[in-house]
Nanobody, 119 residues
């Protein structure tokens, strides 16, 4: 069973930065995709970013975070990172990583980490 462990998050002021990490206990499949989602209280889950962990590591971002967030990976550590810059209060949410073999497949989930951006 693969476990995804998240780290990072916390409280930051508007305009600040945070970095989240998501580390897999083992690589689920030879080819896999790591996603980041977030959910704010009373709102639906929102797609944040995705990275494919093969080839040229293609990245995809949600419209609300484009230009501010960057997803990257370290294959040697089975880790994926979400660098969040120029944070806004509306970025406040619980952030989750989720891994799967295909786009749209979310077989494994991290435990979630809270991000709070103060005004």
């Amino acid at each position: 069973q693969v476990e995804l462990r998240q780290a990072g998050g916390g409280l930051v002021q508007t305009g600040g930065s945070l970095r989240l990490s998501c580390t897999a206990s083992s690589r689920p499949t030879p080819l896999w995709i790591m996603n980041w989602f977030r959910r704010a209280p009373g709102k639906d889950r929102e797609f944040v970013a995705r990275i494919t962990l093969w080839g040229d590591a293609k990245t995809t971002y949600g419209d609300s975070v484009k230009g501010r967030f960057t997803v990257s990976s370290d294959s040697a550590k089975n880790a994926v990172y979400l660098q969040m810059d120029n944070l806004k209060p509306e970025d406040s949410a619980t952030y989750y990583c989720a891994a799967g073999q295909f786009a749209g497949q979310y077989t494994y989930w991290g435990q979630g980490t809270q991000v709070t951006v103060s005004t």
